[in-house]
């Protein structure tokens, strides 16, 4: 019996000094530096908040769900550069650049996204 417990002791002895053993754990890496998605409308990532915010001046003729109403068609089925030609350019009574640069280029990549 003696020899069994002293059998148990040594094995939780070699067990808690592996324990005490780890490698202690490298160091937090520090927070990768994101870029934020606002800065990636290039490559077909867009800012949907912002979009959605910047499409409010769209919503009018549009629709709230881009199927178009009355005369202004649905702007579904589009690429993101068909929906930035069409807000530089303005086709028909649309207004040209009613948003621009950076914004512009996030709001065709959310759009041709729906
Ligand atoms: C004053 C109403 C009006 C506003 C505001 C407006 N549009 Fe338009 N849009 C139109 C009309 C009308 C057409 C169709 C023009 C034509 O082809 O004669 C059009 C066409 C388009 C087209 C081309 C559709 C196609 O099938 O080729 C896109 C894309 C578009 N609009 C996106 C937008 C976006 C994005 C905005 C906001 C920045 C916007 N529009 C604001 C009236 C509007």
Redesign the pocket.
């Known amino acids: 019996m003696k020899k069994l417990l002293t059998a148990l002791f040594g094995a939780a002895l070699i067990l808690g000094a592996c324990g005490g053993d780890e490698p202690t754990p490298a160091p937090a890496e520090p927070a990768p530096t994101e870029t934020p998605a606002t800065d990636e409308t290039a490559a077909g990532t867009y800012d949907a908040t912002r979009a959605q915010t ?2 409010q ?6 629709g709230g769900d881009l199927q178009g109403q009355g ?5 579904t ?2 690429t993101a550069e ?2 930035l ?3 530089q350019e ?6 040209p650049n ?2 621009t640069g950076e914004e ?1 280029e996030n ?2 990549a959310w ?1 041709a996204a729906q």
Do not use: D, K, T
């Open positions: 910047a499409y001046s769209c919503a009018g003729c549009h005369n202004n068609p649905a702007i089925g589009l068909e929906v030609l069409a807000i303005g086709p028909g009574i649309m207004p009613m948003v512009a709001l065709a759009i």
